[in-house]
């Protein structure tokens, strides 16, 4: 089991960058894949990014391809999500979340992928 906390929210302007990190506990974080997803107001949770065991792969959803990076730091047990030229329409709670079973290649995109989850972390871009 793995238990996960985001960090790095906050409230930028249009075009400004943020860092999400996401720490876990545990000694086998290397053993998970690792996920961003988030969720806007009143909307579903939706897929962002994922990384693979040991950051060699990443998976991007379209709207952000080119301005976001994930990369994750297997020493530290944590996973980061770099968010670059931020939009308002990336306002949304941001979560991570670690999948023990998918990968990179199987992974469906969708919250089913995924065992663990954290609190979320809250970003709001204005316009």
């Known amino acids: 089991q793995v238990q996960l906390v985001e960090s790095g929210g906050g409230l930028v302007q249009a075009g400004g960058s943020l860092r999400l990190s996401c720490a876990a506990s545990?000694?086998?974080?290397?053993?998970?894949?690792m996920g961003w997803f988030r969720q806007a107001l009143a909307k579903e949770r939706t897929f962002v990014a994922a990384?693979?065991?040991?950051?060699?792969?990443?998976l991007y959803v379209d709207s952000v391809k080119g301005r976001f990076t994930t990369f994750r730091d297997n020493a530290k047990n944590t996973v980061y999500l770099q968010m670059n030229n931020l939009k308002p329409e990336d306002t949304a709670v941001y979560y991570c979340?670690?999948?023990?079973?998918?990968?990179?290649?199987?992974?469906?995109?969708?919250?089913?992928?995924?065992?663990?989850w954290g609190q979320g972390t809250q970003v709001t871009v204005s316009s």
């Open positions: 979340a670690a999948t023990i079973g998918a990968t990179i290649s199987t992974m469906r995109q969708n919250a089913s992928d995924f065992d663990y």
């Open positions: 990384i693979s065991r040991r950051g060699a792969n990443t």
């Open positions: 545990g000694r086998t974080f290397s053993s998970y894949a």
